[in-house]
């Protein structure tokens, strides 16, 4: 099992670098793991989104795409693309302390 | 009489029709298809079909040629299913009373889901693969092109058959400097992933390959819109990407009946019990192939797996007893790399696709995730496969359930 450092704690990632346990996530490593992955500040925004997410996950058990995400969280994808660059659904899910979106199979 | 409905008669739901009409009393079961055409359509020969290796007649025949003779088949488009009365309504207005309903309605690419993708140019230096009027168009294109820009690019996942876009590149490349002209054709991928595919080993091999054929990919690329002026690609974080022919994947959808009925998620795909195949909202509802939201890949060879457990299970189901086969996930495709090679992968849900040997009684073993010509015999057996086992339902040597033999764990 790999890990990652964060915080000064390794926590157990996946393949994709993504927190296998959703125990060891909170705002506070949110805000590291967004760091790490090149985005600033979370804004009110960005934290309407990741917690869009999560309650996507715990209803569906599978972090939505982009094209979900948007009716989720009522923000368009042109926003998304700013709060999240490169990859919204990919970077918010990993930010959320969950797997990446299976949708892209 | 019982009634069963299967709703599509392409791969899908004639694989269903076959393998159940031989089982049901044909005094206590009626059986009936519904499809929108007489004409079933290879899919996975469209690839070929811009490079000239497969022709119309390559990919077409009449759907009832592999429909058995005590189906009951009715042409006609599918207004949408009426779930709570157990019925299907058709486009004029009739309706069609079921027990059961398997829905097989696939999925088909909508460019009018991209801003600026579907308009004049369309077909002129925009095209698609992904219907046999598209490919058609893209042949004659390439047969009098002299080079230049050639972008290909994927809307957004899922797509049917997610390495069609990688071996279009690939054969491209090869096909090019067939023509003597590859120095003057830049190829190059626009996707919305981070790499070659979706899975890590094999987007590492793949990767490698793109590389080695000189085939430029942009990762991450979320397309918003084509820039007609400028012949322009432009992403939502504003990335631009040049071409002179634009090859899309549009976004691909299921089918609007679904959308109509209110069975479907936001791209139309039926949400579906990733191991039973039984409809979530619906248990009186199976739903094989592209039609359902699994985490699959969309393509044949996984529809061939998931029709062995839905027969199980629709068995199970209709003697009362309790639905004891599960899917998997399992899908294997081979990967088409030009030259005359090709490659192999086979992975599940839980198990990526790995390197090693591929057993297959008779034949021998194929080689997966590495490029040889047994692989690519392979690739074009499948067309043979297709019409004469795979759609009439009959068994091929392949375990439906992934099997780990021979294959080289990560
Ligand atoms: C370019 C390309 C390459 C591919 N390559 C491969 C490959 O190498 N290997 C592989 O395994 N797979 C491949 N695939 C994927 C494969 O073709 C599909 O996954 C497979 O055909 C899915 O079967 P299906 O029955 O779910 O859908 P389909 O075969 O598409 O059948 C759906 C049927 O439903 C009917 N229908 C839909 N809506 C309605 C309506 N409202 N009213 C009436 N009828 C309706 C349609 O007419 C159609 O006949 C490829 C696909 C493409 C496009």
Not at chain 2, 71 to 80: F, H, K, L
Not at chain 2, 109 to 122: A, K, N, S, V, Y
Not at chain 2, 294 to 316: C, M, R, T, W, Y
């Amino acid at each position: 099992m790999e890990t990652l450092e964060i915080l000064g704690k390794h926590l157990a990632v996946d393949k994709d670098g993504n927190l296998v346990n959703r125990a060891d996530w909170n705002e506070e490593i949110a805000r590291a793991i967004a760091a790490q992955e090149g985005i600033g500040e979370l804004t009110d925004r960005h934290w309407a989104v990741i917690r869009a997410m999560q309650k996507a996950f715990d209803r569906d058990g599978d972090a939505p795409s982009i094209r979900r995400l948007t009716n989720e969280s009522g923000v368009d994808v042109k926003t998304l693309y700013q709060l999240f660059p490169k990859g919204p659904a990919k970077k918010a899910a990993k930010i959320a302390g969950l797997p990446k979106p299976k949708g892209c199979i | 009489m019982r009634k069963l409905v299967i709703l599509g008669g392409g791969t899908a739901g004639t694989m269903m029709l076959n393998k159940l009409s031989r089982v049901l009393n044909e005094d206590q079961w009626q059986i009936t298809v519904i499809d929108d055409s007489e004409t079933h359509f290879y899919q996975p020969g469209f690839l070929f079909i811009p490079f000239g290796m497969y022709g119309q007649k390559d990919v077409v025949k009449p759907r009832r040629e592999f429909f058995p003779m005590r189906a009951n088949v009715v042409i006609s488009g599918i207004d949408r299913i009426d779930a709570d009365h157990k019925r299907v309504i058709l486009d004029d207005k009739s309706v069609v009373d079921y027990d059961y309903l398997i829905i097989a309605t696939g999925a088909k690419i909508r460019p009018d889901q991209t801003e600026g993708l579907l308009d004049d140019e369309w077909g002129k230096s925009k095209f698609d693969f992904y219907t046999l009027e598209g490919a058609q168009r893209l042949h004659q294109f390439f047969e009098s092109w002299h080079g230049g820009r050639l972008v290909l690019n994927m809307t957004e996942m899922p797509i049917k058959c997610p390495v069609a876009p990688l071996e279009f590149l690939f054969l491209a490349d090869s096909y090019f400097t067939a023509r003597g002209i590859r120095d003057k054709v830049e190829l190059r991928l626009a996707t919305p992933l981070s790499g070659a595919f979706t899975k890590p080993k094999a987007t590492e091999i793949l990767g490698g390959l793109l590389e080695h054929k000189n085939i430029k990919v942009t990762p991450d690329f979320g397309i918003a819109r084509v820039d007609n002026e400028r012949k322009m690609i432009v992403s939502y974080d504003d990335v631009e990407v040049p071409y002179d022919v634009l090859v899309s994947i549009p976004t691909n959808m299921g089918d609007e009946c679904i959308a109509r009925s209110g069975l479907g998620d936001e791209l139309n795909y039926v949400p579906t019990d990733k191991e039973t195949l039984v409809s979530e909202a619906h248990d009186d509802i199976f739903v094989i192939g592209d039609a359902g939201n699994l985490p699959s890949s969309k393509a044949g060879s996984v529809a061939h797996f998931q029709s062995e457990i839905l027969f199980k299970n629709f068995l199970d189901r209709i003697e009362g007893r309790p639905m004891h086969s599960s899917f998997d996930g399992h899908a294997n495709c081979f990967i088409e790399s030009g030259f005359g090679k090709a490659l192999l992968i086979d992975f599940n849900y839980d198990v990526e696709p790995l390197p090693g040997k591929f057993p297959f009684p008779g034949i021998g073993p194929f080689s997966l995730l590495h490029e040889t010509r047994m692989n690519h015999y392979g690739k074009l057996a499948f067309r043979w496969m297709y019409w004469n086992v795979l759609i009439r339902g009959a068994e091929l040597p392949i375990d439906s359930k992934m099997s780990m033999a021979g294959k080289v764990a990560a």
